[in-house]
């Protein structure tokens, strides 16, 4: 029998992160929900999940600070643990209730009360201002808890939350798409273990059969990151480390800094970059990491992987 | 009469902001609480404040990235806005409570109720879990209204807040530096309107003689802020905009990104740098400005201060 894939997230079940997992590697992996993004990255370090998936970057609000704090990983808590791959999570909201408590045409002046991450109240402002004006609102934790929560009710209340976490609680959608901004996207990291044979052969060592058939047909875009401090005594340094990735041909394609947990107001740099030739990244990654070491305090690859 | 100094800030009164301005332009200025970052750069660009004074960064929990998002400036709301100048203040909490309900030595088990924003629990985890363990907290927006609350109570309540508040709330200090960690540092950024004569001429033109006694023995490190965006079909382009800081001898102290409010994974880069040679940035800036319009979609320069 064919071991199963375990792959965690931060829960609770029916999360933005559930879903990502579910997307990118399907029904048949066994998830595990974690209370946070430290223990995601833990289990996999552990082996106790062959893959992690963590959100990084959203395209409205910017880097999930907790992520890159964790990847700087000051005190070497998951030496082992590489960047395999990247999947791309749009944000669509919906207005979720319990089956047959409204019947169509919906009449939402009837809701008694709304449930919601607060966040998501600002996401869905042009239809809650012009369907559901005036009705009680209560912040909860999070979209999918408020999912949860209106599950159980015995009022006509209803929940704004994911159409993902509807069919997990066994919720109707009543509308969908109700956010202002249809381009909401929250892109996010798979993680593995570097040291695992488990996952060295598996499926994300093979992209173009992985859940992304459209990349067969077209070159794969490889994608590297890098962390690295620069000493603080030395003027130009980041502009040192930064030429160092041009001059081997790779393409930054994003910067982020953090501080760096151990001084203040030094950095832990993360560059993102991409060859400009298709298959020759490996080489300018070796190169690379051994030049950064002259200028750099510490350096770090933290994977490569096609996107 | 000397006309006073306009300065804004996000209030409340007593907020760390409030702290700031106070540090930076003493008791004489004008100072004008506002609800929100944006107001305080409207104020600044409609010439109603002289001045705003508003956080960048914090030495444990890096960018605010609230304040980078308006400097971004995507619909030019504050075109006229430049950074002159920058403060340091140190984050100190303190126990307070209402003067005389408790008397020396302090009972600290004797407070009834615990007041503070949420992220000062976890600041002061040490002194909480020796001393008031146990006690019941009570969250609320900031810990200036922490001391506010606290202030109007007739319970034997505390809050955990500035020294600053306790004296614009008239609350003992029971302790003081019960935070566990000593250096949590945020910077402000002061910020004015360069078409404004009032400033032009002001004590920010010659930060030699203006609360910075100390500058006066030493040199002055000039600090400028630029902001690009670069073209998304252009690889390279970022790594070019920041060789050519290098070319100019410009020394990049800081980069920060964020998303650009405009297309989905396009950004803005705020790069932050230092002439090699002191005195000689004006000109440098200038050439810096002039060449990244040739690989940028837009570039502005944020201003160049003494700090």
Known sequence: ???RIKVTFLGPVASFSHQAAVEFFGESAELLPRISFAHTLSAVQQNEADYAIIPCENSTNGAVVQ???????????YRDVK???????TVHHCLLARRSVFTRPYD?????KLYTHPQAWGQCESFLGADLKGIERQDVSSTS???DIVSKDTERSAAIASRFSAGHYGLEVLKEHIEDKGDNITRFLVLRNSGSECTESGPLSDPINFRTPELSTSPVARKTLISFTVRQDTPGALADALLIFKSYGMNLTSINSRPSQKKNWQYVFFVECQGATLGEDDKAVAEILYRLQSVTEKCRHLGTWSE
């Open 1 to 3: 029998m064919e071991r």
């Open 67 to 77: 992520t890159f704090d964790l990847l700087a990983d000051p005190n070497n808590f």
């Open 83 to 89: 960047v395999c791959g990247a999947h791309y999570l």
């Open 108 to 112: 939402y002046g009837s809701v008694t």
């Open 145 to 147: 808890k408020a999912a």
